[in-house]
């Protein structure tokens, strides 16, 4: 169910989204690959910096999913969804899920848990989460879960992160 309640934000005429971009851009980001499976058995993912944590009880999550996304409909009709944090060294697996294609599972190995979403194994972090709700976010799909299943690396791999467009590492 999507929450369609509103607030009185009106557009701002003349607003330059690009250097709104480039100042959300000075915020360095964690990188996620969120995926996800319809009824129909079908895999779908996405690179995803619009993650966080929500809450600790009851254990929460969010991304947030551009209306225009081509898998926007799988993920605003899943009941699961799982997202994979990726580390240092996998920059190919988030460019390859940030392309836009609908069949980006070809040649990607994963495996597969309770929900069936797929799960990216040599990410440093996976959180397997139960669709809770969805709030409409400007152009975007707020969509929150409750974590149901949790897997980290308790290794010193570091993050992959992404600084002003471009991928980065914590020296």
Known sequence: MIDKRRTNLNPIKDFDTRKLRDTFGCFAT????????NESGEFFGLTANSFTSLSLDPPLVLFCLDYK????????????FVVNVLGEGQEELSTHFARSSLDKW??????????GCPVLPDSIAVLECLTATRHEGGDHLIIIG????????????????Y?????GNIS
């Not at 070809?106 to 929900?115: A, C």
């Open 30 to 37: 964690g990188v996620t690959v969120v995926s996800t499976v």
């Open 69 to 80: 996304a081509l898998s926007f409909d799988a993920f605003r009709e899943a009941s699961h």
């Open 106 to 115: 070809n040649g990607v190995d994963y495996e597969t848990w309770k929900s």
């Open 146 to 161: 409750q974590v149901e299943r949790i897997k980290y690396d308790e290794s010193k791999t570091k993050p992959l992160l």
């Open 163 to 167: 600084y002003k467009g471009q991928y």
